[in-house]
T-cell receptor, first 121, second 108 residues
Framework: EVQLVESGGGLVQPGGSLRLSCVAS????????MAWVRQPPGKGLEWVSS????????FYADSVKGRFTISRDGSKNTLYLQMNSLRAEDTAVYYC??????????????WGQGTLATVSS | EIVLTQSPGTLSLSPGERATLSCRAS???????LAWYQQKSGQAPKLLIY???SRATGISDRFSAGGSGTDFTLTISRLEPEDSAVYFC?????????FGQGTKLQIK
């Protein structure tokens, strides 16, 4: 059974940093593309970043480029999102999502339960 | 980027009726790489449909979808109370991925 479990969210001041983790089970992380998608409270979904199956292609939304970094550790079957220079508008539930296949141009067939990151002074 | 506009914003129907949800793209999604997700309150999104009309694993045949170019539709037949949720469309054929703002479906 595929499972994705996120952690690392919390309250941080503007300008601060958080590192989100997503532990995957039931499949091999390095065989699929993975993504982070966020949802501000009461609002819609926004794609944040994707990494393809071998880590050779990484993509970011313009809103986070230069501030967020996606990475993964195959030995731990874990996906990460390092978030620096956080702003109030980054406040959201962050979901880890597994792509249907190995590439960037795939839908997301499994999602974690999400972790809430709140940026506020 | 491709902007997806969903309509209506809210839909209120009775059990047994049919729901038709629309997703319009600001430019053609010629690849057909459009998906639909269901998100129930307090839960993560769930993939229903991918590549315009293919049902994801385990999804009831009450859910069907179609369309082409800039106009796509999700149809839910024989509505059940458990179908109450927000439904999002998602285009993944062009960078960046984008989502519609969602349609809230209420079952009376």
């Amino acid at each position: 059974e595929v499972q994705l479990v996120e952690s690392g969210g919390g309250l941080v001041q503007p300008g601060g940093s958080l590192r989100l983790s997503c532990v995957a089970s039931g499949f091999t992380l390095t065989s699929y593309a993975m993504a982070w998608v966020r949802q501000p409270p009461g609002k819609g979904l926004e794609w944040v970043s994707s990494i393809n199956y071998n880590g050779g292609y990484i993509f970011y939304a313009d809103s986070v480029k230069g501030r967020f970094t996606i990475s993964r550790d195959g030995s731990k079957n874990t996906l990460y999102l390092q978030m620096n220079s956080l702003r109030a508008e980054d406040t959201a539930v962050y979901y880890c999502a597994k792509a249907y296949s190995s590439g960037y141009y795939d839908p997301f067939d499994y999602w974690g339960q999400g972790t809430l990151a709140t940026v506020s002074s | 980027e491709i902007v997806l506009t969903q309509s209506p914003g809210t839909l209120s129907l009775s059990p047994g009726e049919r729901a038709t949800l629309s997703c319009r793209a600001s430019q053609s999604i010629s690849s057909g790489r459009l998906a639909w997700y269901q998100q129930k309150s307090g839960q993560a999104p769930k993939l229903l449909i991918y590549i315009t009309s293919s049902r994801a694993t385990g999804i009831s045949d009450r859910f069907s979808a179609g369309g082409s170019g800039t106009d796509f539709t999700l149809t839910i037949s024989r509505l059940e109370p458990e179908d109450s949720a927000v439904y999002f469309c998602h285009q993944y054929g062009y960078s960046p991925h984008t989502f519609g703002q969602g349609t809230k479906l209420q079952i009376k």
